[in-house]
Nanobody, 115 residues
Framework: VRLVESGGGLVQPGGTLRLSCAASGFTFSSYTMRWFRRAPGKERELVAT????????NYADSVKGRFTISRDNAKATVYLQMNSLKPDDTAVYSC?????????WGQGTQVAVSS
């Protein structure tokens, strides 16, 4: 199992970013994918979830209405569209899958929101 995130960067408050997570090594379409983030000095936070199959989504209250998780099963990629970014969104963002009971993580991508 391999997860590779991309798309992070420095953005001004109110800006947008789109994160990508390219997956390999498992039957991507069948698995729930998650985006987590960890801000400096804070616990890791589950940001968004998208199921395999029907693609149902769920979001943390802190990002609801601003972030959108989606997936392209043909490309084995999960995305996180982030709009109206705030300084509190600054964190390392990682995608996650639980495969055969084991948590797999990508290397993470840094998002910094600052003027």
């Amino acid at each position: 199992v391999r997860l590779v995130e991309s798309g992070g960067g420095l953005v001004q408050p109110g800006g947008t970013l789109r994160l990508s997570c390219a997956a390999s090594g498992f039957t991507f379409s069948s698995y729930t994918m998650r985006w987590f983030r960890r801000a400096p000095g804070k616990e890791r936070e589950l940001v968004a979830t998208i199921t395999g199959g029907d693609g149902s989504t769920n979001y943390a209250d802190s990002v609801k209405g601003r972030f959108t998780i989606s997936r392209d099963n043909a490309k084995a990629t999960v995305y996180l569209q982030m709009n109206s970014l705030k300084p509190d969104d600054t964190a390392v963002y990682s995608c996650n899958v639980v495969h055969w009971g084991i948590n797999y993580w990508g290397q993470g991508t840094q998002v910094a929101v600052s003027s």
